[in-house]
């Protein structure tokens, strides 16, 4: 098991390989659908309404409610979009589940971030959560953009430097 703390550095994510078991100290943000597409687009027109730092963070896609915290498919159009340009702009590590197409796996290459996958335990993951506060868009309710201080919270590198454990599964070839 690798421990990880945030933020993280290129030299950790240099480091980390596909199958490698990780569990991450400190801060995750949480996005899905709703959330990440006008993050990417806030970054990209209007930066300086962004007050949290992407450097060297870690964006779980998620939603954040009552009955805890479940990864989601992360190939869905709109958070597949947000990967590279998050990762262009810092964040060094992706969570959720899923394959991701190859144009994805490039882009996470050429920005030196990963993608890691959770099984979809609820109960297990939301016990590793110590903290946690809404720090953008309030009004998308349990899909805000939280920011999560977590323990020992489990994942598996899936992606890293090009090389995918999804390689020839149905969803490789896609590509949005």
């Given at each position: 098991?690798?421990?990880?703390?945030?933020?993280?550095?290129?030299?950790c994510?240099?480091?980390?390989?596909?199958?490698?078991?990780?569990?991450?100290?400190?801060?995750?943000?949480?996005?899905?659908?709703?959330?990440?597409?006008?993050?990417?687009?806030?970054?990209?027109?209007?930066?300086?309404?962004?007050?949290?730092?992407?450097?060297?963070?870690?964006?779980?896609?998620?939603?954040?409610?009552?009955?805890?915290?479940?990864?989601?498919?992360?190939n869905?159009?709109?958070?597949?979009?947000?990967?590279?340009?998050?990762?262009?702009?810092?964040?060094?590590?992706?969570?959720?589940?899923?394959?991701?197409?190859?144009?994805?796996?490039?882009?996470?290459?050429?920005?030196?971030?990963?993608?890691?996958?959770?099984?979809?335990?609820?109960?297990?993951?939301?016990?590793?959560?110590?903290?946690?506060?809404?720090?953008?868009?309030?009004?998308?309710?349990?899909?805000?953009?939280?920011?999560?201080?977590?323990?020992?919270?489990?994942?598996?590198?899936?992606?890293?430097?090009?090389?995918?454990?999804?390689?020839g599964?149905?969803?490789?070839?896609?590509?949005?």
């Amino acid at each position: 098991m690798i421990k990880i703390n945030t933020p993280i550095s290129n030299e950790c994510i240099n480091k980390l390989k596909i199958g490698d078991q990780i569990e991450i100290d400190g801060t995750i943000f949480s996005g899905r659908d709703a959330v990440l597409p006008r993050l990417v687009k806030l970054y990209l027109k209007q930066p300086e309404e962004v007050d949290i730092d992407l450097k060297g963070a870690i964006i779980f896609h998620t939603a954040v409610s009552p009955a805890g915290v479940g990864p989601t498919s992360s190939n869905k159009i709109e958070i597949e979009n947000s990967i590279g340009p998050l990762s262009e702009n810092g964040i060094k590590m992706h969570i959720g589940k899923g394959s991701l197409s190859k144009k994805t796996v490039e882009l996470l290459k050429k920005y030196n971030s990963v993608y890691a996958i959770t099984p979809p335990v609820t109960a297990l993951l939301t016990s590793k959560i110590i903290s946690r506060e809404i720090v953008m868009f309030p009004e998308e309710g349990m899909e805000a953009l939280h920011r999560l201080k977590v323990s020992g919270f489990p994942a598996i590198i899936a992606i890293a430097h090009g090389k995918s454990i999804f390689e020839g599964s149905e969803n490789s070839e896609n590509v949005y």
